[in-house]
Structure formats: structure tokens, C-alpha cells
Nanobody, 115 residues
Framework: QVQLVESGGGLVQAGGSLRLSCAAS????????MGWYRQAPGKQRELVAL???????NYADSVKGRFTISRDGAKNTVYLQMNSLKPEDTAVYYC?????????WGQGTQVTVSS
């Protein structure tokens, strides 16, 4: 069973930065994409950013220009650099791996942005 281990969450003031990391416990074959989702209290989980195996990226409109997703394919690791954070970015952030069959999900890491 593959585990996705997230790190880098925490408490930051508005305007600050955080970098999230997500590493797979072992190599994952045939990855289609890796990404980050988030879920704020009382809201549905939403896509934040996605990067395909070919390097194509997709971002939620709310984070474009502020967040950058990247990956290290050799290490099956994905990163999310978050700059100019806003209080509305507060949420639990989940790592996601898309592949043939069910997706893999991380356990989530809390990001809290104070005003």
C-alpha cells in the first residue's frame, strides 16, 4: 500500500509563504498526474493545482500567480510553493496522485493564514 506523506503546513501571516511537500512511500508506476486539493471548513474539497507526467500544470483561478506546483519524478514527490498567502487560503491541503485505478490521497496538512 502506497502512502503519501505531506509536510510543510502551518500557521503564517497574510502575505507570507509556505512550501508543501508530498512524498510517496514507494515508487508509483504509470502516474498520470500529481496535485494538491484543499478543503476549508464547511466547504467542498477543491482542486488547487495539478501537474501531469508531461509537465502540464493547471491551477485554480484563486491561486494563479501566487502558487507554483512542481514535481520530482524520480522521487515521486510533488511540491506546492505558496506565496502571498491570504486568509481565504486557510484549509486542509491534500496531496493527490492520479493513476490507473483509484487515486492515492495523503492524510492532509493544515494551512492557516492569519489576517
Amino acid at each position: 500500500q502506497v502512502q503519501l506523506v505531506e509536510s510543510g503546513g502551518g500557521l503564517v501571516q497574510a502575505g507570507g509563504s509556505l512550501r508543501l511537500s508530498c512524498a510517496a512511500s514507494r515508487s508509483i508506476p504509470s502516474i498520470d498526474a500529481m496535485g494538491w486539493y484543499r478543503q476549508a471548513p464547511g466547504k467542498q474539497r477543491e482542486l488547487v493545482a495539478l501537474i501531469t507526467s508531461g509537465g502540464f500544470t493547471n491551477y485554480a483561478d484563486s491561486v494563479k500567480g501566487r502558487f507554483t506546483i512542481s514535481r520530482d519524478g524520480a522521487k515521486n514527490t510533488v511540491y506546492l510553493q505558496m506565496n502571498s498567502l491570504k486568509p481565504e487560503d486557510t484549509a486542509v491541503y491534500y496531496c493527490n496522485v492520479k493513476k490507473p485505478g483509484p487515486d492515492y490521497w495523503g492524510q492532509g496538512t493544515q494551512v492557516t493564514v492569519s489576517s
